[in-house]
């Protein structure tokens, strides 16, 4: 009796014995797992680069779990193909041999179509082989398990061992934490490729910006066009093809890279060709190697001839201009390699477009304002002539023949009417002299505007008889439009002063800053009722000509008080 009771309690202390030596196996074994998992996400997460994010999962992975080789896949969801970004322990032929593998294929392809992971413990004998040179490498077990993100699989990561060692379940729940672990290291390194991607976008797009409105006509936007596409997306050439006079062919506009022969070339109907598809449909069209595309065949021999023979085209991409409803025409991005265009490439291209559109249209908009200002200022011109130096001739006129009848018998009193006429012709030679220099200031571009300034304010004081007062404060430099506008507006002003205001003398001032330049001409003249019409003075025409530039026109006056005009405009 005593003896079973010594037995039993022996019993009892060699379970507990087992019991917990078996804790301590899977303490140990829980904490060598947590220590590999994480030196895992240390070393995926010191880094955001992609490329770097896989080799250092793929060394510390083999490091921790004491491997031979093994390798990553990942997953490209359009091709449905999966392919070889690191591996170690192989030789470069072995890996040229398993390098893409189709879903379903192979050990990975099996992996990464059912997201399960998958062990085979003699890879040279498994009936699901099928790459051989697996086969003749003589490895021994294996171990494949999905590299997964919210139950997405991203790719594969393969474990050989050349050894006997046979591969665990434990081995497995390991590896597939590791796999999770490396599939959110792997988003978060493409999510930040993205973000620089998109980065990179945006600051080529406010460059393009920058070119493409640093333009106002027509020929200098397409031109800025198809050089930002060479100089700051990299293509190796470029080509906007626009409608002729009568919109029935697209012709080349400007272009950059190719010969003048090729261009010579080129001229496609409505639906003639991938350019005059794309005129046709409105759609893009994409050609990723010249080569082999059937689009091929609907081109004319000789200009097939030319895309590749001559100028060595391999991959384009046409994409329509469009300004509303109206394609405007066509736009190319042209390489001499073979080039996968993706996502990123067709938005930003299409992005392109899209700005060019604004431009041109602006630009469009700008030539049509310069033609109503053109004809506008002859209105001007032609109502000063009537309105001023027709009535002077004519009164010239008439005091000549009042002279003439008078001439024998009363000389004095036709001698006063020669006096008078000469008067009248002289104001008429003053003011034809001052719409002389509105059609033709002096040139600006190259001199110092302020000596310009002073120079005009001193022979229209001399010509009018008004007293001018110029003060100039700083010196930033000012674009040769601005130059000009605030020239016009100053004889514009100048002009009024002289004609209708009888002051005695003027003010004018020039005042540079950061910001912009402010001008200033006021007069102690009659003044006027600025909330009163005034047909024929200009204040619309100096108004426009400061709006144009992004400026402000201001004119404060009251009877009796002078007048007082100020134009900002900015230093951009």
Partial sequence: MNHSFAEENEAQRRRKMGDSTDLERRIAAQTKELAALNTIAAAVSSSLDLNDVLNRALDKTLEVMEIDAGGIYLLDEGAGVLNIVAQRGFEPSFVEGIDKLKLGEGFSGRVAQSGQPLLVQNVSTDPRLTRMVVREAGLRSAAIFPLSLKGKVLGTFFTIAR???????????????????????????????????RMRELEALYRADVELYRHLSLDGVLQALVDIAVDILRTDKSSLMVWDEGHERLEVRVARGFSPETMALLSFSRGEGTFGHVAATGEPVIVEDALTDHRRKYERPEVVQAAILLEEIRSFMHLPIKIGDEIFGVFSAVFTTPRTFGEDDLRLFTNLAGRAALAIENARLYEQAQQ?????????????????????????????????????????????????????????RVELTDLIHELRPPTMNGQDFVVTLNDYAIEWAHQSGIEVNVDVQGNNGLSLEAKQTLFRILQEALANVARHSAARSVEISLRYSVDGVLLTIKDDGDGFDTSAQHDGMGLNSMRERAESLNGEFTVESEPGEGTRIAVTLPMS
């Fill in 163 to 197: 050894s006997d060692r046979e591969f665990s379940e434990q081995d497995v729940q390991l590896l597939t934490s590791i796999g999770h672990q490396i599939g959110v290291a792997i988003e978060n390194a493409r999510l930040y490729e993205q973000s620089r991607q």
């Fill in 372 to 428: 109503v200002a053109a004809m506008e200022e002859r209105n001007r011109l032609a109502r000063e002539l009537h309105d001023s130096i027709k009535q002077q001739a004519l009164a010239a006129s008439f005091q000549l023949g009042t002279a003439i009848t008078l001439f024998d018998r009363d000389p004095e009193a036709a001698q006063n009417h020669l006096i008078e006429a000469d008067h009248l012709v002289n104001a008429v």
